[in-house]
């Protein structure tokens, strides 16, 4: 996506502020622009008065719906000049960042802001994203931004048995829908690792929840908080009031019932290193975002955990349905855990809230989101989506013993295929702008790597295809491929000390074309010296293993004996220091591939030639028993 940037500034002290009608602000958009003075053309309490009643769920509000819209087309205009000329957006911008870093400008619901012709500025329109976020400005930004390889997701629902702040019951929350959602998005992955339920807990129960997974060195990266939002409020200091988070608590039922308040989520978040901290908050709550008084720096949990270093916090500014955070649950995840862009994701929210408003009221107003992306953000999650597509083909294929042959998995394998096309497309143009830059030798080499895996998953998507459904993809398979070498070489030759690319490009070479040529043998040598080189240099590797595993396979069965002899040695060690890190993946991956010879190469159309081990079906056999 384009981003353009909006940001705001004034003098004094910026973590506390009223919003005041007529008051003066700095106002910068784009890079190289001037700044331009622009002031507020309401207070906090003219906005209150317009849309506070409005935007609320069962006050008995005596309003028709089109009163209530009317209000908010009035809110509209009254804020456009407060904002920058949507005239002067580049026509290829796509998502506005908006740092409000003036504290008390949150107040302002910027998202609810309508275009000419009265339709919501920042949904997609024409199968084109229009998106905003919010930041504001901090002294360090202590999460990396870094999109977690392994998720680790905190689901935490919980429900209060004493009553609210007007001494009503607090009505049950949709808990069972989300978890569903949550764990349809990860079915590709381990659920039972990589997913804790925490049941009605209270707000100390959450806090040890997280404090035992850091002390486990198994962090959460996504919490996702399902609870009510509940009024704060102190008779002896009536100025001290705000929205928390009603945790079920553990105090007598005839105590009056005190919520979390933004200040404990921060000291909470606070409390954990930059490298503990999660990647995604989500707070499903009424009024999370809600800044309602503006003397206070905490202002509430969605903005406090985002000044705490999350890089993003998503959450809801007014009341939020319980229909609109079943939708913003299931669509959110569905969707993160694809590898698609998080801004497009919460964009295709705020769009599909606002289409079906007869169901979410004005969620797709209440909808606010505090991101901070790194630099490099498009080009991880085109890394993120590679392994996905991993971790649903080697779904794919745990599913094959199990009679695979519904619509589901069809699906399965066209989405798959949709996603990797669309990888090659943009990895393709990066590799194109990486090749002639000498600086970029690691960035060349990781796209040109992940260009070859992505064309051999794609060669394997196919050919699961036609073995699960009967369909001939031979062509294809043989097409793709082709490509995958092709990256692969690039890389190789750019960097000979790079084994992992060099023994893909050497393992494709002879499946595609058959034996090693004399000239082509001196790859098979380089491979091989990088290997050993790096296993001298850290005797504890494991991957160089699974290089020399598939490198040996490659050579001539005239020194059969002696090759075996050192595959079988290869094996043991990248089982053994496998294991002894606790890590398993190089003995799948390793696993995989040779299993790929043995019920994918062997068939009609590719070249492996008899004198190789690689074409040995009663070795190969055993080489993965030994790491299976």
């Not at 609210?164 to 959602?181: A, G, I, R």
């Not at 705020?350 to 979410?360: E, P, S």
């Not at 091989?528 to 020399?548: C, D, H, M, V």
Request: hydrophobic share 35%; glycine share 4%; with cysteine.
């Amino acid at each position: 996506m384009q981003s353009d940037k909006v940001e705001y500034i004034r003098f004094d002290t910026l973590e506390t502020g009223i919003l005041m009608g007529g008051k003066p602000y700095l106002l910068s958009h784009g890079t190289h622009n001037s700044y331009l003075e622009v002031r507020t053309p309401l207070s906090q309490m003219d906005l209150l008065n317009e849309l506070g009643e409005q935007l609320r769920y069962d006050n008995g509000s005596d309003a028709s719906e089109e009163e209530k819209w009317k209000a908010i087309q009035n809110f509209s205009d009254r804020i456009h000049s407060f904002f920058i000329d949507f005239d002067s957006i580049p026509e290829k911008t796509s998502h506005l960042e908006v740092f409000l870093n003036p504290s008390e400008l949150a107040l302002i619901p910027f998202e609810l802001m309508l275009n000419k012709q009265g339709i919501p500025r920042f949904i997609k329109k024409e199968e084109e994203h229009f998106v905003i976020t919010r930041n504001f400005r901090r002294d360090e930004i202590r999460h990396s931004g870094e999109i977690p390889e392994k998720p680790r997701v905190l689901y935490v629902h919980t429900k209060p048995t004493h009553k609210n702040y007007v001494n009503l019951p607090f009505p049950d929350v949709p808990h069972k829908n989300h978890e569903q959602s949550i764990k349809y998005a990860m079915k590709y992955m381990d659920i039972e690792k990589q997913l804790t339920v925490l049941a009605n807990p209270s707000f100390e129960k959450f806090k040890t929840c997280i404090a035992e997974a850091v002390d486990e060195k198994r962090p959460y990266t996504h919490i996702h908080i399902l609870a009510h939002g509940s009024l704060i409020f102190d008779y002896k200091k009536p100025s001290n009031f705000e929205y928390g988070i009603a945790f079920y608590s553990e105090a007598p039922l005839d105590t009056a019932y005190q919520a979390t308040s933004a200040q404990e989520i921060r000291a909470l978040f606070d409390s954990l290193s930059n490298e503990d901290l999660p990647y995604l908050v989500n707070y499903m709550i009424c009024d999370g975002a809600n800044f309602t008084n503006g003397f206070k720096p905490n202002r509430n949990p969605v903005q406090a955990t985002f000044s705490a270093g999350v890089p993003i916090v998503i959450g809801s500014q007014f009341p939020l349905s319980m229909n609109g955070s079943n939708l913003i649950t299931k669509n959110l995840y569905k969707h993160l855990f694809r590898g698609d862009d998080c801004r497009e994701i919460l964009g295709d929210i705020r769009t599909a809230l606002y289409t079906n408003k007869q169901d979410y009221g004005h969620d797709w107003i209440s909808l606010v989101n505090y991101v901070e992306l790194p630099v490099d953000y498009e080009f991880q999650l085109l890394k993120q989506k590679t392994a996905l597509q991993l971790a649903i083909l080697n779904h794919i294929r745990d599913k094959a013993a199990q009679n695979l042959n519904d619509s589901e998995d069809r699906d399965d394998f066209i989405m798959v295929k949709v996603q990797i096309e669309q990888t090659i497309d943009v990895l393709s143009q990066q590799a194109k702008d990486l090749e002639d830059k000498a600086a970029s030798q690691s960035d060349f080499l990781e796209s040109n790597g992940l260009l070859g895996s992505a064309y051999k998953r794609l060669a394997e998507v196919e050919w699961k295809e036609a073995t699960e459904f009967g369909d001939d993809t031979s062509v294809k398979q043989q097409e793709y491929l082709e490509q995958a070498k092709i990256w692969y070489k690039k890389a190789a030759d750019r960097n000979q000390s790079h084994h992992w690319s060099l023994i893909q490009y050497l393992s494709l070479k002879t499946i595609l074309d058959g034996a090693l040529n004399e000239l082509e043998m001196d790859y098979w040598y380089a491979t091989r010296s990088a290997a050993l080189f790096e296993i001298n240099k850290n005797p504890g590797s494991i991957w160089p293993y699974g290089t020399l595993i598939e490198l040996y396979l490659l050579s001539p069965k005239k020194n059969a004996e002696e090759a075996k002899k050192n595959i079988l040695g290869y094996v043991d060690m990248l089982v053994t220091n496998s294991k002894s890190e606790g890590n398993l993946e190089p003995i799948t991956s390793t696993n995989a591939q040779i299993t790929r010879y043995t019920k994918w190469w062997n068939q009609e159309g590719f070249k492996i030639p008899n004198h190789l081990l690689a074409a040995d079906q009663k070795f190969l056999e055993k080489v993965i028993e030994g790491l299976s």
